[in-house]
């Protein structure tokens, strides 16, 4: 039985998931919850529909493709691959957030050693630290781009690709939501893949092999060499989680910006049939 290790950010994990016998105004993870949450997302049902045995769920809410990435990566280093256990007997599952979330390092007075803090751009938050609140302020009214956000992007994607390549890892990646112009209603919001944000405007294009300190932009070559199939539909216009909810046209598969236990049946379902449909669960 492989073990199955997914990660992601709050739909994944399963936010706006509560006991219903619980006061509804807990956080949903909350230590109270997480037998009746783990119980309904769609990770646990996807494990059981596949056999699969579900050993880690390294989501939580408002993560970063950044921290999806890097949590993921210590937690396969540290119990498998340093241990030499065969990765092969793993399952991957990675549900991609926005791409502009971004994390750094942070120094301050209360947490001197350090920590790893998330930015949302395009959300106003207040980070409870002044200095980070400003920098998060500079960040995203100056330097913040769509330009360096598809690079990060792709960068992550291409660079978890041949990490499995290397490790012969079976895996998944799936788009979880294009959080549309961040309308405040989920059914506004629509697919509009990373790659269609490119303007070869933009980028100085007119570079060849001749050129001395040649930068150039392979964003559209990077993208094309991306698994289509291992990452879910990626090549179709509609194909994030988000997007087979919302074609469904039944508003109970949500809560407020999350799927509900409902909509996480469907995602399970739609999942497997897809896993079973490209034969994912071997490295090919």
């Known amino acids: 039985m492989k073990d199955l290790i997914v990660t992601g950010d709050s739909w994944t994990f399963g936010s706006e998931i509560i006991d219903p016998s619980l006061n509804p105004d807990i956080y949903e993870w909350e230590l109270e919850n997480g037998d009746y949450r783990k119980k309904h997302i769609f990770p646990t049902l996807l494990s059981e529909k596949l056999n699969l045995n579900f050993k880690k769920n390294l989501a939580f809410p408002g993560d970063s493709n950044n921290k999806i990435f890097r949590s993921l990566y210590n937690y396969l280093l540290k119990y498998y691959i340093k241990d030499s256990k065969l990765v092969q007997n793993v399952f991957l599952l990675v549900q991609l957030s926005s791409y502009d979330r971004l994390e750094f390092y942070y120094r301050s007075k209360e947490t001197p050693s350090g920590e790893w803090k998330t930015i949302w751009p395009n959300w106003e938050h207040d980070y409870l630290d002044f200095n980070y609140n400003r920098f998060a302020d500079t960040y995203s009214k100056f ?3 769509p330009e ?3 690079n990060r992007y792709l960068n992550q994607i291409f660079s978890f690709q041949n990490f499995c390549k290397i490790y012969k890892i079976p895996y998944l990646i799936v788009q979880g939501f294009y959080h549309t112009g961040y309308a405040p209603n989920i059914l506004d919001w629509h697919d509009n893949a990373f790659i269609n944000h490119y303007d070869s405007s933009n980028y100085l294009r007119t570079e060849n092999n001749t050129t001395e300190y040649f ?7 990077m993208w094309n060499e991306i698994d289509s199939i291992r990452f879910m539909n990626k090549d179709l216009e509609n194909h994030s989680l988000h997007s087979i909810l ?3 046209n039944d508003r109970s598969l949500f809560y407020d910006v999350h799927p509900s236990e409902k909509g996480h049946k ?5 999942i497997e049939n897809y896993i079973k449909k490209h034969n994912l669960l071997s490295f090919n």
């Open 143 to 145: 330097i913040e781009s």
């Open 148 to 150: 360096g956000n598809l």
């Open 215 to 221: 930068q150039g932009s392979s964003e559209l070559e």
């Open 266 to 270: 469907v995602i399970a379902e739609y």
């Open 246 to 248: 919302k074609e469904k």
